[in-house]
Nanobody
Framework: QVQLVESGGGLVQAGGSLTLSCAVS????????MGWFRQAPGKEREFVAA????????YYSDSVEGRFTGTRDNGKNTVYLQMNSLLPEDTAVYFC??????????????????WGRGTQVTVSS
């Protein structure tokens, strides 16, 4: 089992920055990727980023490419999502996830077995 706990959400003005954290605990660390997803009110959950747990690979959605950066600290069992140049449309609940997705599943929810409860990010205009 794996437990994921997100933190770092909050209210920020457009153009500002936030860093989300996802603390990982549990017995099973055999996952290969950590994913970040988000869900805005009335919308489906969407892929934001995926970060390799044991390598430096990373993948981003087109909407955040160049603004968001995912990193990890294996010593602290924590992954981070640095979000810069935030836009009102980035407002959502952000979830971290862990899993062993095939390459075709990196950007979809079914590729991930474990999920956190989410943290709210609100960007005001």
């Amino acid at each position: 089992q794996v437990q994921l706990v997100e933190s770092g959400g909050g209210l920020v003005q457009a153009g500002g920055s936030l860093t989300l954290s996802c603390a990982v605990s549990g017995r099973d660390f055999s996952f290969f990727y950590m994913g970040w997803f988000r869900q805005a009110p009335g919308k489906e959950r969407e892929f934001v980023a995926a970060i390799g747990w044991s390598d430096d690979s990373s993948y981003y959605s087109d909407s955040v490419e160049g603004r968001f950066t995912g990193t990890r600290d294996n010593g602290k069992n924590t992954v981070y999502l640095q979000m810069n140049s935030l836009l009102p449309e980035d407002t959502a609940v952000y979830f971290c996830a862990a899993g062993r997705p095939f390459s075709s599943e990196l950007r979809v929810q079914r590729g991930y077995n474990y999920w956190g409860r989410g943290t709210q990010v609100t960007v005001s205009s």
